[in-house]
């Protein structure tokens, strides 16, 4: 299973500018970059009108779950997944082997559009994984100031 | 896999209930959705992807917010995958990025065949993803003590926890919301266990 490379904040500065980019040119909404198990590693846009949280699980389950349809069938490249709305679609494309762009764009905007620039996007968003990925293949987690005293009971049980 | 990102102290993980069928892991989610107390707003929207029977179809999602650990915001994201045998595609895509595990386990006598293919399954499907259930964090719950035909808890022990590294496993009645959170809880706690152990190895 491949992992996600240790992001610093400039990395995630590029990859925000990029999908500012890619918002700017193909009047897309919202962007997110996520990664295949379904985590938000970024937004950008509207980030307020859905919930990207759940959103970001569902397009990586749409996204993998579409990919094994499609090697069902004898398909050997996959690379998006497109949903037509009425009022918003939504565009899922791969980035890499950890990572995912997806887009929320007005469905009177043509998806052909906003394919033609995510491409684009995805392959910028590409690089600067792999040089993050290159910049330090081992580096590890700091994760001193978690309390694990207070981790015993992390979720509470309301009580009536 | 965990992201944790340090620009905004945040830590998101994704653990996965699995298990044979009807054994309670949407049960699970649903009591944790419904009795865990959080500040408001950290609670998201239990997502099920059900049939109309409510036989769970692709998965269950629930994101949530720890309430507990200083310094970093921590936000879990529990699934739940399908537990009848021919959604095993969707079981192992559903297992993608998994950090930890709660097998839950049904405690009726008859279970105990599907128990143990369940948890064979879960071994097998760890491997094609080229995982190891030894190398990630999990827990066993025996869920539905309180149906009368329940086998004796030291036979689940025997038939699940039976291995040379025994992990926490607990009684729970689901349903009733006994187990659910003592099970969450572990689990949690053996994940940023290991978190703090890899990032200290590493630093080492």
């Known amino acids: ?160 | 896999m965990a992201i944790i990102n340090q620009a905004s102290k945040e830590l998101q993980v994704k653990i996965v209930y699995y298990g044979p069928a009807m054994g309670g892991k949407t049960t699970n989610l649903v009591k944790v959705h419904d009795h865990v107390q959080t500040a408001q707003g950290n609670k998201g929207k239990l997502v099920s992807l059900a049939t109309s029977s409510d036989r769970t179809l692709f998965f269950d999602f629930l994101p949530i917010e720890a309430v507990a650990i200083k310094g970093f915001k921590t936000k879990f994201q529990l699934y739940t995958v399908p537990g009848q045998v021919i959604y095993n595609t969707t079981r192992q895509l559903v297992l993608r990025g998994v950090d930890g595990i709660v097998f839950v386990a049904d405690s009726q006598y008859e279970k105990m065949e599907e128990n143990v293919k369940s948890f064979q399954n879960l071994e097998e499907n760890l491997r094609a993803l080229n995982l190891n259930l030894a190398d990630i964090p999990y827990v066993l719950q025996y869920n539905k003590r309180d149906l009368p035909n329940a086998a004796p808890m030291e036979y689940l022990e025997f038939l699940l926890n039976n291995r040379d590294v025994q992990v926490p496993s607990f009684s729970a009645s689901a349903s009733r919301c006994e187990g659910v959170f003592e099970t969450l809880n572990m689990i949690t706690r053996l994940l940023l266990h290991k978190f703090i152990n890899e990032s200290q190895r590493k630093v080492a």
């Not at chain 1, 904040?9 to 990859?15: A, F, T, V």
């Not at chain 1, 792999?130 to 978690?146: C, M, N, T, W």
């Open chain 1, 1 to 160: 299973m491949p992992t996600l490379p240790q992001l610093i904040e400039d990395d995630i500065r590029e990859i925000n500018n990029a999908l500012y980019g890619l918002l700017l040119k193909s009047e897309a909404g919202t962007g997110l970059v996520i990664d295949k198990g379904g985590f938000v590693i970024t937004r950008v846009g509207d980030v307020d009108s859905f919930d990207l949280t759940t959103l970001a699980a569902l397009c990586a389950a749409s996204y993998a779950a579409t990919e094994s349809l499609a090697s069902l069938v004898g398909e050997t490249t996959f690379s998006s997944v497109y949903q037509q709305g009425d009022r918003h679609s939504l565009l899922v494309l791969n980035v890499d082997r950890f990572c995912l762009l997806a887009l929320v764009f007005k469905a009177s905007i043509s998806v052909g559009a906003v394919k033609y620039f995510a491409v684009d996007a995805a392959r910028q968003i590409a690089r600067h994984m792999e040089a993050a990925q290159q910049r330090s293949p081992d580096q590890g987690f700091d994760l001193s100031e978690l309390n694990l005293a207070d981790a015993s009971e992390v979720f509470r049980k309301r009580t009536a």
